[in-house]
């Protein structure tokens, strides 16, 4: 890591946040409104010195978001699988890049280096790579905010989802409290680390009661 980088990341953090695994498409999508709300997010990360966990690729979304925090001063680890190398990486890398073996080390590892996990819009993967994150929550693996940044309603139908399956009994209702969601940046961070925040203050109140 650059000394520059060293210094953005060891100092001076503005939010709760040290570090946030986005999970994007490698895909920039139809709408010019995806790779704008890439680029926003990525600035409101550098405005927070908070350091960007990805999927490792450098073309579509990924490729947006990860230059952005990059040449804003903060650090980028991208993880991905030595399968997806020659489809997700085209030309320079950037930051630091880990190769993994398989898909499940992958969120694996970017959960591990990661404080809480933000969805832009995506593909097959990126709805996958979220949804784990879902459930390792709901099954108290992590307790990590997770956010959706729902792009001019592009999860209007997974939040649905979600909804029918609390109606159906299938989710708890207090799992459906779980995801975090926003139409831009800027609310969604702060939500979330409101949502922490509030964590953080149950368990300090847990552990005065127990003393």
Known sequence: MEASQQNAVGGGNKGRFKSICVF??????NRTSF???ALDLGKKLVERKINLVYGGGSVGLMGLIS???FDGGCNVLGVIPTALLPSEISGETIGEVKTVADMHERKSEMAKNADAFIALPG???TMEELLEMV???QLGIHGKPVGILNVDGYY????ALFKKAVEEGFIEDSASQIVVSAD???NLIREMEERLGEKKMRETSKKRKRS
């Open 24 to 29: 994007c498409g490698s895909r920039h999508g």
């Open 35 to 37: 790779s704008e709300a």
């Open 67 to 69: 230059k952005t925090v």
């Open 123 to 125: 593909g097959y993967g």
């Open 135 to 137: 459930a390792w929550s």
């Open 156 to 159: 209007n139908d997974l939040l």
């Open 184 to 186: 831009n940046a800027e």
